[in-house]
């Protein structure tokens, strides 16, 4: 069971079939993260791509702060549906995009097609070092975060990313907040 925080279904509880092995951001997270989006962008003009959705938390969230083009990537069937179905029960599928499928496949497959104000992305937490580098490099070297935009990873404190654009890390306990920039365009002198 998770809720949506803030915008047109705040306090909003939805309840995750309890067979869903899940881990939704918690609220205190979900809360102190939004609080540093919503101070850079004006969500109700941004184009996010949440990848690892899960049961779609994040994505739900930024739908229901008005955020116009959510594209959420999930392997999980079970949760793409149920995604799926929340969305359309919230009256959001129209702002919402599920794309099924492995998120390293999916961000190799999609190169090149779109780029995205804000990626989010909460893998496993037991993803190793070299995937979290592999993750990282797919999406900054790809071009899937507009200039000016941002790359948030969640992940457990004791396993932080690295990677030369990372501008910031958020700590809330056992959760943190990779924050990376693209890079950005050399101007000419």
Request: glycine residues 4%; hydrophobic residues 40%; proline residues 4%.
């Amino acid at each position: 069971m998770y809720r949506i925080i803030a915008g047109k279904w705040k306090a909003k509880k939805i309840a995750a079939p309890k067979n869903f092995d899940v881990r939704p951001t918690t609220d205190f997270a979900k809360e102190a993260l939004f609080s540093i989006l919503e101070h850079r962008f004006d969500l109700e003009s941004v184009a996010v791509l949440d990848l690892f959705a899960g049961i779609g938390s994040i994505s739900l969230e930024f739908a229901s702060r008005y955020c116009p083009d959510v594209t959420s990537v999930e392997m999980n069937p079970k949760h793409c549906a149920f995604i799926n179905s929340t969305a359309g029960d919230l009256d959001m599928a129209i702002q919402m995009n599920i794309q099924r499928g492995d998120v390293f496949e999916w961000l190799k497959k999609n190169r090149g097609r779109k780029q995205y104000d804000i990626v989010f992305a909460d893998p496993p937490f037991d993803l190793d070092a070299k995937k979290y580098q592999e993750l990282i490099a797919l999406i900054l070297n790809n071009n899937y975060v507009k200039e000016n935009g941002l790359l948030v990873v969640e992940h457990q404190t004791k396993n932080a990313p690295d990677d030369s654009r990372l501008s910031e890390t958020r700590k809330y306990g056992n959760v943190s907040f990779s924050l990376f920039k693209a890079e950005e365009t050399a101007a000419e002198d």
